[in-house]
Nanobody, 124 residues
Framework: QVQLVESGGGLVQAGDSLKLSCAASGRTFVGYAMGWFRQTAGKEREFVAAISWTGATTSYADSVKGRFTVYIDNAKNTVYLQMNSLKPEDTAVYYC?????????????????WGKGTLVTVSS
C-alpha cells in the first residue's frame, strides 16, 4: 500500500522560509510525478506545485511562482517544497500527491494518492 507522509509544517512569520518534505513508500515510484496542493477552511484544494519523476519538468501556481521551489530526491523517494518569502495567505494544510501523470496533478484531476497533510501557518 502506498503511503505519502508529509512533514515540516509549522508556525512562521511573514517573510520567513519553510521546507516541506513528503516521503513516499510502499512500492516502486519510478516514473511517477509528485506534487503539492493546499487547502484552507471553507475553500477547495488548490494546486501549488508539481514535478516529474526525473525532475526535468516542474509547474507552479501563479501565486507561488518565484517564491516556492519543488524538487525531488529519487534515491529517497522524497519530494520537497521549499517555501520562501511566506505570506499570511500561504496559510493552509499542505498535501502531497502522487500520480502517473504530472498533467493530472497540474490539472487537478483524480490523483492516485494523497498524503494526510501538514499545517503551515504564517502570521503577519
Amino acid at each position: 500500500q502506498v503511503q505519502l507522509v508529509e512533514s515540516g509544517g509549522g508556525l512562521v512569520q511573514a517573510g520567513d522560509s519553510l521546507k516541506l518534505s513528503c516521503a513516499a513508500s510502499g512500492r516502486t515510484f519510478v516514473g511517477y510525478a509528485m506534487g503539492w496542493f493546499r487547502q484552507t477552511a471553507g475553500k477547495e484544494r488548490e494546486f501549488v506545485a508539481a514535478i516529474s519523476w526525473t525532475g526535468a519538468t516542474t509547474s507552479y501556481a501563479d501565486s507561488v511562482k518565484g517564491r516556492f521551489t519543488v524538487y525531488i530526491d529519487n534515491a529517497k523517494n522524497t519530494v520537497y517544497l521549499q517555501m520562501n518569502s511566506l505570506k499570511p495567505e500561504d496559510t493552509a494544510v499542505y498535501y502531497c500527491v502522487q500520480d502517473a501523470s504530472i498533467y493530472t496533478i497540474v490539472g487537478g484531476g483524480a490523483m492516485d494518492h494523497w498524503g494526510k497533510g501538514t499545517l503551515v501557518t504564517v502570521s503577519s
